[in-house]
């Protein structure tokens, strides 16, 4: 084996140094935005209710940790865009074959999925939750929505990008099209699909995460729409309590500023009609109350009674 050159070693050393330096910048910038982070709360710069903290998120995840409960939600959130990718690559690929395959299918086909990929795919959530109800299965069609049009249009330009001496040569050989597909097309797109795929799992993500903000109970979705609902920034959730009323019903309650269990509500004390309105408002403010079965109005009762 021929030996290293002393340039060829200073060279190579300098490449480690370089990628050293630029590692421990890229740490050190993270490093000083969280000490500002926290500075800024703990000195009062910042609202800590509104922008919450690096400690608090971390109390927060820890505690999720702890319980098991964050790793439930990644699971679920995980498997839900595993699928819509694996999805979206399969019927992707299959639709920009078919597109190839015949000049007049993609004559007609094409101005339509122009028009359905620039489409704000979030708006078409709320329309899927009603043509096929809540679940995962809403869900999954979420996020196949927000990458399949885009794949089938970048796959189709690629397979007509696609040298054409090469294909040629195939048919001087008396090939067919499967065999231009099958040893010119696919092969030579490899890394446009590696491309696209790069970019749809992001996509698929992003769907997913929109179908679990309207139509889940699980899912980092619904912890991210639920801590926006209860102003915690901690973690998305700082708790998540889950009280049966009876066999049937389930409060789900949450306040942003006390950890101990109703702790809050010596805050009040509803002797006066003022003070009552007062802690209505309190509740309609702070509270938020995701029944199963049940109504609003009878936890209002609930609450103002518990005074």
């Known amino acids: 084996m021929t030996p290293i050159s002393p340039a060829h070693k200073s060279y190579l050393k300098g490449l480690r140094r370089e ?22 709360v703990r000195l009062d710069w910042i609202d800590g209710f509104i922008f919450s903290s690096p400690s608090r998120v971390w109390n927060t ?5 702890v319980d098991g409960s964050i790793f439930y939600h990644i699971c679920i959130t995980l498997s839900e865009t595993l699928e819509s990718f694996l999805l979206v690559v399969v019927i992707g690929t299959v639709a920009a074959v078919l597109l190839w395959l015949s000049e007049r299918l993609s004559k007609i086909i094409e101005p339509y999925l122009i028009i359905l990929n620039s489409l704000p795919k979030s708006a078409l ?7 096929l109800g809540t679940g995962m299965k809403t869900i999954i069609v979420t996020g196949i929505s927000i990458a399949i049009f885009g794949t089938i249009l970048n796959l189709y330009t690629g397979f007509q990008e696609t040298s054409s001496d090469k294909q040629k040569l195939i048919y001087t050989l008396h090939g067919t099209k499967k065999d231009v597909l099958l040893k010119v097309l696919l092969p030579s797109t490899i890394p446009l699909q590696i491309s696209i795929m790069k970019v749809n799992i992001g996509l698929c993500l992003v769907g997913v995460v929109i179908g679990e903000f309207l139509a889940a109970r699980e899912g980092l979705g619904y912890l991210i729409i639920y801590g926006s609902q209860v102003f915690s920034c901690a973690g ?4 998540l309590q889950l009280r049966r009323v009876g066999s049937s019903r389930r ?3 949450c ?9 809050f509500l010596n805050r009040f004390a509803v002797s006066k009609e003022s003070d009552l309105t007062a802690a209505k408002h309190f509740i309609n403010s702070y509270i938020v109350f995701l029944p199963v079965n049940g109504s609003w109005n009878l936890a209002q009762q609930l609450f103002i009674e518990m005074f």
């Open 19 to 40: 990628r050293i330096i630029v590692r421990l910048i890229q740490i050190l910038i993270f490093a000083v935005f969280l000490i500002l982070w926290e500075v800024s």
């Open 61 to 65: 995840f820890f505690s999720m940790a």
């Open 125 to 131: 959530a709320p329309l899927l939750i009603v043509w």
């Open 236 to 239: 998305i959730l700082i708790r």
């Open 251 to 253: 409060l789900f309650l």
């Open 255 to 263: 306040h942003p500023l006390y950890d101990n269990h109703f702790h």
